[in-house]
């Protein structure tokens, strides 16, 4: 065990790092007992193990640090400072002395595991950097309140490539820190040539990619404090969280999954959640609200991004996004850290993770999986133009960055964010793998949606791979095998992969194609019928290859990505001024109608038309085969009014309006949740194999007239006798369809018809039906059920 003291040395001295290659220390630390407390400063050099004060505050910290030292070295002021000190002592108690040549302990630790872990002899840290020529370790926040914002000062301490290096691993081993609470990061140099591809930069103090926790700004969006900085915590102190004697992981079938989408903040963040200022928009607000997800139906909800990230980033520097606030998440920090201010009251990084569990372990009691939108696409560090270091760029730019060796190592921006994280370099897939075992071995998670998905199919040099390494080493993991895996199968560099994602029949997939083609199909588009009725089968044109399976296509019509469902019945066009972006950033290609007016209007017609295709387009979604997904607000009929981009938009425009809620509960909102228990009632809407002619009957002779609009069909239920009949007219006219005979000894029942006022929209008892013919209104559609 090595002792680094504190100053007390005279000659001069050799840094390891080159740019503090020629130092002197002072012969003493020197405290101006005569200046204010406020303004007093500890001036401290380096000496020759590499150990470093930079200047800072005195913080009560210190004082607890320091006394706890004297006590143990029997220091004596006089023999410091003399005489005058020892009076300044004796009129101002709370001035610590740190005079006399204080040990820090430490040994050259171990390269595993990386990040912070604790040893047997103290706290351990060890960070990969290949290409790094000198790694300092930095330190502060000793002995202070957790509660409390970062500290300015730090302990800085050099580490010796001789003694503190392992392989590409640097590491060390130091004594006497406190368990829990401690901030810590790194400085790293290395090559100034950033057309060879490097970023160093060791003026910045860099977040450790391993950090398990993160700290920084206490309040979500505080522009007061947009350029703080983050540095990695650790909590080895407190007691492991108690899941509870009769805790149980749900395990839920991917056949009966139904999700719902959703943004933990923005979820209770209205005041119209009535929820306490201090729990609005956190983890424990989401447990508040478990009874309204148990009412709606959903058995799963997909969180928006939850990994630190930072929310501010728009304003770092001017530019035409610096008044929103990035409240999708979309940008991360880092990836096993939760997000610090979704805690309640501003409770930091240890009350984010200990709710962040509460949260897991009250929708898993309640029977909700949760599965979380990871981002292992980009990072938060932005472009060439306006770089900004925070970890991975400062830690290993050459390691962790896919970049262009033919236009001066800039980034390859397959992600449209500025940077592409080099997903299938071995050392950044083992951090994307341990990242998602810590979330399900540490937080209890079950599934993740990997964002722009087809990024973790391309190569170091951006190309597509057949068999990438990492999307077969999720699918093979031991501890990823009980997790629900889904792609987004695209990216912004072109690589399309819907139905083709490399998948070892355990990948599902985002459907793209379903979520167009049934838009086109409601809103009347020609030609549609045929490729309507391959989406509700189960696209078994994309996943009926090898051992895939119907649950494999994760159908949706709305995501957070794009109009809200009430927008895509009323909006043509998108309107996203507001962005600050002149209209041009969001998808031109919504396949959307207005029914008739852009956007908000009083015309009764209109608004009964659109009601009925929200309605047509939730039935078609929860009797498709296949695995449903919904956003959250699409219940209510949420408006983002035309904004089909609004990650910027920390209001109600991504808020949850629970006063809507209220106001529809009796009508929309009734529809939806009866929708989604009557899917969750019939197994023969949720199979675990694709459709054959035994199963369906298409009431159908004409599949080639391009201008047909309308489809009916029957699903066989061979056990029971309880076939369904289904009709979904696009065309502008009513449509009297053929109603097919039941089966022996029973009679039709309409459960559902859109073009009907609630309650009559659906009677889950259905109502006696004997007809031989159903009119079925324009843009409408009707569900029979077989029943004795």
Known sequence: MESVLLPGRTQAIKHPCSSFSSLSCRNNVRFLASMPSSTRRLRVLRNEMGLRFSKAKIASGWQRIISKVRERYMVKPGNVFGHSVEESLVEEKVTPMLGTDVPLKYSPGMAFPLGASEAENGINFAIFSRHASCVTLCLSNFGREKSQEICDGMVEIALDPEKNKTGDVWHICVEGLSRSGILYGYRIDGPQKREQGHGFDNSIVLLDPYAKLVSGRKWFGDVANKMSKFLGTYDFESMPFDWGPDYKLPNIPETDLVIYEMNVRAFTADESSELDPEVRGSYLGVIEKIPHLLELGIN?????????????????????????????????????????????????????????????????????????????????????????????????????????????????????????????????????????????????????????????????????????????????????????????????????????????????????????????????????????????????????????????????????????????????????DANGEGGKDGSNDNFSWNCGVEGETDDVDIIGLRSRQMKNFHLALMISQGTPMMLMGDEYGHTRYGNNNSYGHDTSINHFQWKQLEERRGGHFRFFCEMIKFRCKHPMLRQDRFLTKNDVAWHEDNWSNQESKFLAFTLHDDQFGGDIYLAFNAHDYYVKAAVPSPPHKKRWHRVVDTNLESPKDFVPEGVPFSNTSYNVASYSAVLLEAKP
């Open 300 to 576: 799963a909800v997909e969180l928006l991004p939850v990994f630190e990230f930072d929310e501010l980033e728009f304003q770092r520097y001017p530019n035409p996004r610096d008044h929103m606030i990035n409240t999708w998440g979309y940008s991360t920090l880092n990836f096993f850290a939760p997000m610090s201010r979704y805690a309640s009251a501003g409770g930091g990084p240890l009350v984010a993770s200990h709710e962040f569990k509460q949260m897991v372990k009250a929708l898993h009691n309640a029977g909700i999986e949760v599965i979380l939108d990871v981002v292992y696409n980009h990072t938060n560090e932005a472009n060439d133009r306006h770089p900004y270091t925070s970890s991975f760029r400062g830690v290993d730019n050459k390691v962790y960055y896919m970049l262009d060796p033919d236009n001066g190592a800039k980034y390859l921006n397959f992600s449209g964010c500025g940077n592409t994280l080099n997903c299938n370099h071995p050392v950044v897939m083992e951090l994307i793998l341990d990242s998602l075992r810590h979330w399900v071995n540490e937080y209890h998670v079950d599934g993740f949606r990997f964002d722009l998905a087809s990024i973790l199919c391309r190569g170091t040099d951006g190309s597509p791979l057949n068999s990438p390494p990492l999307a077969k080493a999720i699918a093979k993991d031991a501890v990823l095998s009980r997790c629900k895996i889904i792609a987004e199968p695209w990216d912004c560099g072109g690589l399309y992969l819907v139905g083709n994602f490399p998948n070892w029949d355990r990948w599902a997939e985002w459907n793209g194609k379903y979520r167009d083609d049934i838009r086109r199909f409601m809103k009347g588009d020609c030609g549609m019928k045929g490729t309507f009725a391959t989406r509700i089968s189960g696209s078994a044109d994309l996943y009926q290859v090898n051992k895939r399976k119907p649950y494999h296509s994760i159908n949706f019509v709305i995501a957070h990505d794009g109009f809200t469902l009430c927008d895509l019945v009323s909006y043509n066009f998108k309107h996203n």
